[in-house]
T-cell receptor
Framework: EDKVVQSPLSLVVHEGDTVTLNCSYEVTNFRSLLWYKQEKKAPTFLFMLTSSGIEKKSGRLSSILDKKELFSILNITATQTGDSAVYLCAVEAATGRRALTFGSGTRLQVQP | ETGVTQSPTHLIKTRGQQVTLRCSSQSGHNTVSWYQQALGQGPQFIFQYYREEENGRGNFPPRFSGLQFPNYSSELNVNALELDDSALYLC?????????????????FGAGSRLTVL
């Protein structure tokens, strides 16, 4: 059974801090790992990672995948209050369907 | 281009009742998936529909059923509601039934329907 574990479960930081969110996974026949941000209801897509060691970057957010050790990290630099959200990590197996297995998420709260 | 829209946004039912949730996929998307997200948990895959057929199912009982229509919109039906069915139900659409390493067809989620079962 595919499995995703995220840590920490929750995190409180101050504006300007840098945070690192962790995601470890077990999946049969790995296709991709994805990060989503969930502020109110709809998860919004951040990154998709398929290859080890290649950093994906978007503004202050970046992510990298280690397929040997089966984990990924999501970094946020110079955090802002607008970064407060639940960050979800998910894996997709290479099957004939689009079924993502999600972790429980990391709840990030950025205080002014 | 419109995104994924779901209705209703909130609803309250009692145990044993039946509920139907609706989803309109993003323009150009032919595949719809449904997820259940309990409070404090990540979304769990219920099932996926492609070309009006169920194309994969998660670990959910048969009282969870669905439909996809020719315009690619979809319904999720839950019979004999139980208290544990209280959750946010998310619909997601994509332009293809299978994933891609190019990232061209990642899932786009709607805002969900919050179901409370009393």
């Amino acid at each position: 059974e595919d499995k995703v574990v995220q840590s920490p479960l929750s995190l409180v930081v101050h504006e300007g801090d840098t945070v690192t969110l962790n995601c470890s996974y077990e999946v049969t026949n790995f296709r991709s790992l994805l990060w989503y941000k969930q502020e109110k209801k709809a998860p919004t897509f951040l990154f998709m990672l398929t290859s080890s060691g290649i950093e994906k970057k978007s503004g202050r957010l970046s992510s990298i995948l280690d397929k040997k050790e089966l984990f990924s990290i999501l970094n946020i630099t110079a955090t802002q209050t607008g970064d407060s959200a639940v960050y979800l990590c998910a894996v997709e197996a290479a099957t004939g369907r689009r079924a993502l297995t999600f972790g429980s998420g990391t709840r990030l709260q950025v205080q002014p | 281009e419109t995104g994924v829209t779901q209705s209703p946004t909130h609803l309250i039912k009692t145990r044993g009742q039946q509920v139907t949730l609706r989803c309109s996929s993003q323009s150009g998307h032919n595949t719809v998936s449904w997820y259940q997200q309990a409070l404090g948990q990540g979304p769990q895959f219920i099932f996926q529909y492609y070309r009006e057929e169920e194309n994969g199912r998660g670990n959910f009982p048969p009282r969870f059923s669905g439909l996809q229509f020719p315009n690619y919109s979809s319904e999720l039906n839950v019979n004999a509601l139980e208290l544990d069915d209280s959750a946010l139900y998310l619909c997601a659409s994509s332009p293809a039934a299978t994933g891609s390493i190019t990232g061209a067809n990642v899932l786009t989620f709607g805002a969900g329907s919050r179901l409370t079962v009393l």
